[in-house]
């Protein structure tokens, strides 16, 4: 049994952790599973992440960003995704492709014809089973940021991050059997169950018995 479910959403919506509990959740049952995110997850996609998270004074064109996030994404999928999930093992992964529509395609303008196929070179085709949405609105995701020293992306204006907002939305709507939107202002406990009660359903459809939580 394998299992490839992503998480999405704009900057403190909670998904960071929430796929930790996931994660902890598929252990108690006694299911293999692993946690990576993007951009990182290897040791040269933890440098590609510096990169784009840090170069302030040299920053990269739109369309070297988007490249780095491909790079670092073959060699996430190459080198983790794709092999744990050919051991048969549940695949977590905070942020994927998803992430560059919003944030490179709809965010930073560029065509979403140009980020395709850069998107399916780097994931050789891999489609996520379930992709979680954490919806929240752009104004609680900066103010929840607070005054932390930010990052490139978390120093975007409200524009950027309410067209990165409705852009998952659109996202969301155009496939809604890969997607579950949640509002990420409910409690933790309850965004926990509802995702869980939607991974049960898919391992019940694969055939996997759970033990009681
Ligand atoms: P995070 O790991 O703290 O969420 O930071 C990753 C940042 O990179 C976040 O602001 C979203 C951004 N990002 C993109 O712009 N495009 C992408 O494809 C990915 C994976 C992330």
Excluded at 105 to 127: E, V
Aim: glycine share 8%; with cysteine.
């Amino acid at each position: 049994m394998s299992l490839f479910i992503t998480f999405e959403g704009v900057e403190g919506c909670g998904k960071s952790t929430q796929a930790k509990a996931l994660e902890q959740k598929f252990r108690r049952q006694g299911i293999p599973v692993i946690l990576a995110h993007e951009p990182g997850g290897t040791p040269l996609g933890m440098e590609i992440r510096h990169i784009l998270k840090k170069s302030r004074l040299n920053p990269p064109f739109a369309i070297t960003e988007l490249l780095l996030f491909a790079a670092s994404r073959a060699q996430l999928v190459t080198g983790v995704i794709r092999p744990n999930l050919k051991q048969g093992k549940v695949v977590i992964c905070d942020r994927f492709a998803d992430s560059t529509l919003a944030y490179q395609g709809y965010g930073r303008g560029i065509n979403l014809n140009t980020i395709a196929p850069i998107n399916s070179l780097a994931t050789k085709g891999l489609k996520p089973d379930l992709t979680i949405l954490l919806d929240l609105p752009a104004e609680s995701s900066l103010s929840r940021l607070g005054d932390k020293r930010r990052d490139r992306f978390e120093q975007e204006g409200l524009d950027f991050h309410q067209r990165v907002r409705d852009s998952y939305l659109k996202l969301a709507a155009q496939e809604p059997n890969r997607w579950l939107v949640i509002e990420a202002t409910l409690p933790k406990q309850k965004i926990g169950k509802i995702i869980w009660e939607k991974v049960s359903q898919l391992l019940s459809a694969k055939g996997v018995a759970l033990k009681h939580a």
